[in-house]
């Protein structure tokens, strides 16, 4: 497809690079959508979900078919991080430095972490948090009791520089098979040239992630109570969104 069908919801053109591991009908449909005005964002960061979500299910499934917990704490990690993501790139389109929007904090043993509000209302204070993204699923398929959010963001705050930071609080049995840490430096390389070419604008980058954790705890729900589903995700996003993944 030629670089300059897909354009940025801002006006930059998306390479075709970007683009070249989607299927002919799937960037045909892309095109339509992004030609329809203010309609074309949100329907093309839903297309965008459908094909992370096919993507990681695609990845994780085995003989004993998908382990739920592990997409639903890779999701929460790929989902925290597009946030701060958003905000880095942000930044440098302002011409600003590329932390400007970080409170950044040096731990001794010389990693570095980035909070500040900013991050936090990207992650829980619009209509396409992933907070609401996510909390709305789990409403859905029948949570009735959410995480104290204020407590999340505390906790990740309190365990800064420890063994503990970055390992979700969830029961043995429920755990994701890996760290969302890992999950992060494994599948982030891989998955956001495909987030680019439905989104190339870095403010939808979160909301396409957010809806493929959507996605994620409606399909689990049989299988992972809907308030445990949420609880793994923001357990897992929280932390994944102050990390400085290129020192990992």
């Known amino acids: 497809m030629p670089g300059n ?3 940025n919801l801002s006006g930059a053109a998306v390479t075709p690079e970007s683009t070249s591991s989607l299927s002919p009908q799937t960037e045909a449909l892309l095109h339509v959508i992004l030609q329809h005005g203010k309609e074309g964002p949100m329907a093309s960061a839903r297309m965008g ?5 096919q ?3 695609a990845r994780m499934e085995n003989q004993q078919g998908i382990h739920f917990e592990s ?3 890779s999701l929460g990690a790929l989902s925290g991080y597009a946030c701060q993501a958003y905000l880095r790139a942000q930044a440098v389109a302002r011409g600003m430095r590329e932390n400007s929007a970080f409170l950044v904090v040096d731990t001794s043993d010389g990693k570095q972490f980035f909070f500040g509000d900013p991050l936090n209302k990207t992650l829980v204070n619009s209509q396409y948090s992933l907070w609401s993204l996510a909390a709305t699923a789990a409403r859905q398929v029948g949570a009735e009791e959410f995480p104290d959010m204020n407590e999340l963001f505390e906790h990740t705050a309190s365990v800064l520089g ?3 930071f970055g390992i979700p609080r969830i029961a043995e049995q429920h755990r994701a098979k890996d760290l969302p840490l890992n999950y992060l430096k494994d599948l982030w390389p891989e998955l956001l040239p495909v987030v680019k070419s439905f989104c ?3 403010a939808n980058w979160p909301i396409v992630f ?3 954790t959507q996605e994620a705890i409606i399909r689990s729900k049989d299988l992972v109570e809907p308030a445990l589903a949420l609880k793994i ?3 897992s996003a929280i932390p994944m969104s102050k990390v400085d993944l290129a020192n990992s």
């Open 71 to 73: 997409l639903l704490c």
């Open 210 to 212: 957010g809806m493929a």
């Open 233 to 235: 995700v923001l357990e």
């Open 55 to 57: 993507r990681l299910l």
């Open 5 to 7: 069908i897909l354009n």
């Open 162 to 164: 420890s063994k503990q």
């Open 49 to 53: 979900a459908k094909e992370v979500s």
């Open 200 to 202: 190339p604008a870095p």
